[in-house]
């Protein structure tokens, strides 16, 4: 990385360390994008070459993880089935959890800040689906790429829904978690692990023994 490279790498992160630090202070409604070019030393117009929404100060990881899943599905190996490629990303992906587990007291507090923040915003909260179906409807696309579906197979599109089904359980499980503050997060990242075992069993062996038919 060359030094221009490196000097905007550090000017988007210090951006973004600023937007989270002020989100968590004061609620995501309550920040403008000028208050967070202010506390970082840069002009409004910087803030916007980085991040061209407010939302995207907050969501830009996630948006850049849902992207980093679905790349992660098209290129896998030769021989993977979509549900693995995306098993594995899921769990091997580390992030605020994996540093939880690890013992970072400061990764937890961020977590349970992040929860807040989300918590408090109906903005954020809309910008979370969005971006959750963007990835949905890629992962679609993709699987139908794959399989050579026609335009009216529902299958793919149910396929996808599926599997980030389990995603989102896996997230709304762990703000449950963590909205609980009198709760130790040491063992999050076990569980939700656990948590997705199961979930990506269920999608692999089909609804039919988990839902038998009544008597």
Same mark, same amino acid.
């Given at each position: 990385?060359?030094?221009?490279?490196?000097?905007?790498?550090?000017?988007?992160?210090?951006?973004?360390?600023?937007?989270?630090? $002020?989100?968590?202070?004061?609620?995501?409604?309550? @920040?403008? @994008?000028?208050?967070?070019?202010?506390?970082?030393?840069?002009?409004?117009?910087?803030?916007?070459?980085?991040?061209?929404?407010?939302?995207?100060?907050?969501?830009?990881?996630?948006?850049?993880?849902?992207?980093? $899943?679905?790349?992660?599905?098209?290129?896998?190996?030769?021989?993977?089935?979509?549900?693995?490629?995306?098993?594995?990303?899921?769990?091997?992906?580390?992030?605020?959890?994996?540093?939880?587990?690890?013992?970072?007291?400061?990764?937890?507090?961020?977590?349970?800040?992040?929860?807040? +923040?989300?918590?408090?915003?109906?903005?954020?909260?809309?910008?979370?689906?969005?971006?959750?179906?963007?990835?949905?409807?890629?992962?679609?696309?993709?699987?139908?790429?794959?399989?050579?579906?026609?335009?009216?197979? +529902?299958?793919?599109?149910?396929?996808?829904?599926?599997?980030?089904?389990?995603?989102?359980?896996?997230?709304?499980?762990?703000?449950?978690?963590?909205?609980?503050?009198?709760?130790? $997060?040491?063992?999050?990242?076990?569980? +939700?692990?656990?948590?997705?075992?199961?979930?990506?069993?269920?999608?692999?062996?089909?609804?039919?023994?988990?839902?038998?038919?009544?008597?």
């Amino acid at each position: 990385m060359g030094l221009r490279e490196l000097k905007k790498q550090q000017t988007r992160e210090r951006i973004a360390e600023t937007a989270r630090r $002020l989100f968590a202070e004061r609620g995501f409604d309550h @920040v403008t @994008v000028a208050d967070v070019a202010k506390e970082a030393q840069v002009a409004p117009g910087t803030v916007f070459n980085y991040f061209p929404t407010k939302e995207e100060l907050f969501f830009g990881p996630l948006e850049v993880f849902a992207e980093h $899943l679905v790349a992660a599905v098209r290129e896998r190996e030769p021989g993977t089935t979509v549900a693995a490629a995306f098993r594995d990303f899921v769990g091997d992906s580390g992030g605020l959890l994996a540093r939880v587990a690890a013992g970072d007291e400061d990764a937890a507090d961020q977590l349970r800040a992040m929860n807040r +923040v989300i918590a408090q915003s109906p903005a954020l909260r809309a910008r979370e689906h969005q971006t959750l179906e963007h990835a949905t409807s890629a992962l679609a696309a993709l699987i139908a790429e794959d399989v050579g579906a026609g335009p009216d197979d +529902v299958r793919p599109f149910a396929a996808a829904n599926a599997l980030m089904g389990v995603h989102r359980a896996l997230i709304d499980h762990t703000r449950k978690r963590v909205s609980d503050e009198s709760r130790d $997060l040491a063992d999050l990242a076990a569980e +939700v692990r656990d948590l997705a075992a199961a979930g990506f069993d269920l999608l692999e062996h089909g609804l039919a023994a988990y839902d038998p038919q009544r008597e």
